[in-house]
């Protein structure tokens, strides 16, 4: 009786919980669950598959379809989900896929609980669900669902040294068969197979950063084409004034400018700008400024009044942080000049007559710091012939030595070329090729920063300058 009894005992269900278990107690693995060497060997030829896949292709949303459609057929799951963040960092399904490779039709449910509880532990999860106790223990979600397996993965892109943030999602299937168990050799290969979707998503990744910079690029460029034709023509038709002006940039776009604008009675308006920081935000403040101040000096030649003009209209539209100095003078034919400096490095007036030196400092803020400043000041010279005005970014004052680290040019720099070559009667424009020369030779041809230079010689009023 009792060898009947113990034969009895064995033909039982080995998956029941014992008496004892507490309810929800999840059925043992028997050696029954072990999967067969052909199950295995289809394992990795998923796998196999997977890598593949991720090598050749360059359509990643097949790619990642394939990836779940792997997952579910290996696995025997019924169902399969991508679930990725949005741009505002929402867990949204990306892909969801069911059995036969077919698309899931109809709302994608799935149990929140376990993604939660995954993404917080950072670890792949396996459950069987031995009844719906079990299940309510879990999660609500799984309880609503009916669901009596499922396995999910966390996965994360981006981040590390890619620069970018990191985006956390998971790889999930589910079942709701009460027969299916996923075994650990599934969760193996289901992890591998998260591993390629993990390489297939980052290849997405470079491969949109890759198309964001090229389009960056494009748009530099035409940024900079665009600076460049509304860089202004050097004027050679202004009596009395020998007029040059120079500019590169330290990036395809540059956030300095000049410009040299004809104003009645014959006299000329001479403009130098500099945004702050470089690239394509500060190239678009300078642009704005230099066309505001354009129309705003044809209707009134009062500088104070025309800058405060300008702040009021560029300021507000500047991000905080931002600013723009500038340089405004009005050559007259008589050789006075009317000058204004928002913030910008000193002007410096060389005198043919002994060879001194002056300098017109600021007559206040730089434009956008102060919404409401107002401009009351102005400084006035007059020049004789000979007589030099030089005006420039400070990306040429503060060009760094090759040889002595931590020594600029500085305005030291730029009144020792003064005094070397004005007074040879050089032009402006062979002027500003000696001052470049000497920069550049000083720091070893490198640059930080924007430059830009404008010099203004006084000549005879009767002598118009040859192109």
Not at 372 to 386: H, I, K, P
């Amino acid at each position: 009786m009792a060898f009947w009894n113990r034969k009895k005992e064995d033909s039982k269900d080995q998956s029941a919980p014992p008496k004892s278990a507490p309810p929800g107690t999840p059925p043992p693995i028997t050696t029954e669950d072990q999967l067969s060497s052909g199950v295995l060997r289809t394992h990795r030829d998923a796998l196999f598959e997977a890598i593949a896949w991720v090598s050749q292709s360059n359509d990643t949303h097949s790619m990642l379809e394939r990836i779940v459609d792997s997952s579910i057929e290996v696995t025997r799951a019924e169902r399969g989900f991508l679930i990725l963040p949005d741009a505002e960092g929402n867990l949204v399904v990306r892909i969801a896929r069911g059995r036969g490779k077919k698309p899931l039709v109809g709302e994608a449910k799935y149990s929140t609980g376990i993604v939660k509880r995954v993404l917080a532990d950072n670890q792949p999860l396996n459950l069987t669900v031995a009844n719906d106790d079990h299940a309510l223990e879990i999660g609500a979600s799984v309880l609503d669902l009916g669901l009596r397996a499922a396995m999910c993965v966390p996965l994360v892109t981006g981040g590390g040294d890619s620069g970018s943030q990191a985006e956390r999602g998971v790889l999930y299937v589910d079942s709701k068969a009460n027969t299916r168990r996923f075994h650990a050799e599934d969760l193996q290969t289901f992890v591998a197979l998260s591993g390629q979707l993990r390489v297939a998503l980052e290849k997405q990744r470079l491969h949109e950063d890759r198309l964001a910079k090229e389009r960056l690029l494009q748009q530099q460029e035409l940024m900079a084409e665009i600076q460049r034709d509304l860089m202004p023509s050097i004027p050679r038709d202004v009596a009395g004034w020998d007029i040059f002006g120079w500019f590169r940039p330290a990036e395809g776009t540059t956030g300095d400018f000049y410009d040299f604008i004809p104003l009645k009675r014959g006299r000329m308006a001479v403009l130098l700008g500099d945004a702050s920081g470089h690239g394509v935000g500060p190239s678009l403040i300078a642009t704005a400024a230099q066309a505001s101040l354009r129309a705003t000096l044809k209707l009134t030649d009062d500088l104070p009044q025309a800058f405060t003009l300008l702040n009021e209209d560029i300021g507000p539209r500047m991000d905080d942080g931002r600013f723009c100095t500038m340089f405004a003078g009005i050559l007259h034919n008589d050789g006075e000049v009317w000058m204004l400096n928002a913030g910008h490095p000193p002007a410096v007036l060389w005198r043919a007559a002994d060879g001194s030196l002056e300098s017109f400092g600021n007559n206040g803020l730089a434009l956008g710091m102060l919404d409401e400043f107002e401009f009351s000041d102005s400084s006035r010279a007059t020049m004789a012939e000979g007589d030099v005005l030089v005006v420039l970014s400070d990306g040429i004052l503060e060009a760094e030595s090759a040889e002595k680290n931590g020594q600029l040019f500085g305005a030291e720099g730029v009144r020792a070329l003064l005094q070397k070559h004005a007074g040879s009667g050089a032009s402006a424009k062979a002027l500003t090729e000696a001052l470049i020369s000497e920069v550049l030779r000083f720091s070893g041809g490198a640059q930080a920063d924007d430059m830009t230079v404008v010099i203004v010689r006084k000549v005879a009023t009767d002598r118009v300058t040859k192109a």
